[in-house]
């Protein structure tokens, strides 16, 4: 059975930074792509990063890029996100993904002074 569980979440002021992590179990972890999605109140779900199964290739929103860094560490089945720079606007539901397939629950990203 397919799992991921997000961590790291909380709340941070403008400016600071967070490291989301993602622990899978259940797949051959290796062997797929990741992705990082949030979730505003009212919004959309939108795309923030993803990176490649060896983690040779990544890609990211516009909204995040030069901001936040995606990395994996398949001995470890741990996808992480890390994010620098904070906004308010950056405020949301977290979650993993592995591609394709399964999403993790989510973890509370708060950005407020």
């Known amino acids: 059975q397919v799992q991921l569980v997000e961590s790291g979440g909380g709340l941070v002021q403008p400016g600071g930074s967070l490291r989301l992590s993602c622990a899978a179990s259940?797949?051959?972890?290796?062997?797929?792509?990741m992705s990082w999605y949030r979730q505003a109140p009212g919004k959309e779900r939108e795309f923030v990063a993803t990176?490649?199964?060896?983690?040779?290739?990544?890609n990211y929103a516009d909204s995040v890029k030069g901001r936040f860094t995606i990395s994996r560490d398949n001995a470890k089945n741990t996808v992480f996100l890390q994010m620098n720079s904070l906004k308010p606007e950056d405020t949301a539901v977290y979650h993993c993904?592995?591609?394709?397939?399964?999403w993790g629950q989510g973890t509370q990203v708060t950005v407020s002074s």
């Open positions: 993904k592995k591609v394709p397939g399964s």
């Open positions: 259940g797949f051959r972890f290796s062997s797929v792509t």
């Open positions: 990176i490649s199964s060896t983690g040779g290739f990544t």
